[in-house]
């Protein structure tokens, strides 16, 4: 009782500090409803994100033979296969559409010029010049890379009518999409950081 007690604190005063028109609420089994609408529990999803920064790291990506950052073929991978290869916490958001708490995924804040990629299967997604500080605890972007980078699926889930975005190329899930972002779009890609991938560098990927 005493750590449901902590957790709805914790949560009222992450999101009181956020400042954003976040949909967020906890449920009876004390998981939380955030902004992207998914359910999450620090248990089972963030303990470990800020600890291991890396949960991805190059040898499980070897392992991952569909892992590609050049070919944008699109994949059809059943979730039986994924769940052999990817780590826990990055099936769980991509496949089972989790959320990860706000303010504690690696990417919420981060800044640097690169390019944000799928962390399931490589595929280019953001460049960091289209992500703004949304004050969310989520990163973040008003644009993708190609038009087709990512997917959309109407989602009415927890009783709210949203806009899922998935992986234009392995559908895994990635977030929503809001219609609150800064110009020039007005949109919001409010994504989870575990399943995104961050490579620094000068030149960014273009699709465009
Ligand atoms: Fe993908």
């Given at each position: ?54 949960i ?12 590609s ?8 991978v ?40 799928c ?90």
């Amino acid at each position: 009782m005493k750590k449901v007690i902590i957790l709805i604190t914790l949560n009222i005063f992450f999101m009181a500090i956020a400042g954003c028109n976040s949909k967020n609420s906890l449920t009876k089994d004390g998981f939380t409803l955030n902004d992207s609408g998914n359910k999450s529990t620090g248990q089972n999803i963030n303990q470990n994100i800020n600890q291991n920064n890396n949960i991805m790291d190059d040898h499980q990506k070897k392992e991952n033979p569909y892992y590609s950052r050049t070919d944008i073929s699109k994949l059809d991978v059943p979730d039986s296969e994924w769940i052999k290869i990817l780590p826990p916490e990055v099936y769980e958001v991509a496949r089972e559409k989790g959320t990860e708490r706000a303010f504690t995924g690696k990417y919420w804040n981060t800044e640097g010029i690169g390019t944000y990629y799928c962390a399931v299967c490589g595929n280019a997604l953001f460049r960091s010049d289209e992500k703004f500080a949304s004050a969310c605890g989520w990163p973040s972007f008003f644009e993708t890379i190609r038009k087709n980078s990512v997917i959309y699926k109407e989602d009415n889930s927890y009783g709210m009518n949203r806009t899922e975005v998935l992986c234009g190329r392995c559908d895994s899930h990635l977030g929503h999409l809001f219609d609150d972002g800064p110009p020039p779009t007005g949109k919001r890609y409010c994504m989870n950081s575990i399943v995104l991938d961050f490579e620094i560098g000068d030149k960014q990927e273009s699709g465009k």
